[in-house]
């Protein structure tokens, strides 16, 4: 089974979690990794902090997937950054995303969970990966949704 490390690195915490399937192994928070608010030196001191801690927890030296998330992931630098550290850490495969994109499918799912009917599911399915596109590109979600289903 596939050990996985997901991590939400915001302004002013950063959560990481490890899961193999359905179950729960592990999860720490630190400090930022924004490396725009805390500078280079803190916010790798913090990931590394953060990596040590939630693998001692799991009881991993390594995992199969990573994906983070990261308020400041289009500047440069910062996803060949937290690639070399996941290096470092053993991560085999990995993708680093805005916070924006992790906050998208959090909520698309959650819409999801909550459709009642056939026809509402059928809807979402359609709707909900366009608006995260479009949302990706930099246009707001909620707008495409409600453009899309009036």
């Known amino acids: ?7 939400d690195g915001g302004g002013t915490r950063t959560r990481a979690s490890i899961v193999a399937g359905e179950q ?18 803190v916010a790798e001191e913090n990931l590394r902090a953060l990596l040590a801690e939630v693998y001692k927890q799991a009881g991993v030296t390594g995992v199969s ?5 990261v308020a400041s992931a289009t500047k440069p630098g910062v996803t060949e950054w937290i690639m070399r550290v996941f290096t470092d850490f053993g991560v085999e495969r990995s993708e680093v995303v805005g ?5 998208l499918d959090a909520a698309f799912k959650a819409v999801l969970e909550f459709c009642r009917s056939p026809a509402q599911v059928r809807i979402a399915s359609v709707v909900l990966p366009m608006a ?3 949302a990706r590109v930099g246009e707001r979600a909620t707008s495409v949704m409600a453009s899309r289903t009036n």
């Open 99 to 103: 916070d924006e994109v992790i906050a």
């Open 24 to 41: 729960a192994l592990a999860f720490a928070e630190s400090g930022s990794i924004k490396r725009l608010r805390v500078g280079e030196r």
């Open 65 to 69: 997937a990573a994906s983070v998330g």
């Open 132 to 134: 995260a596109a479009n």
């Open 1 to 7: 089974m596939a050990v996985v490390l997901g991590i």
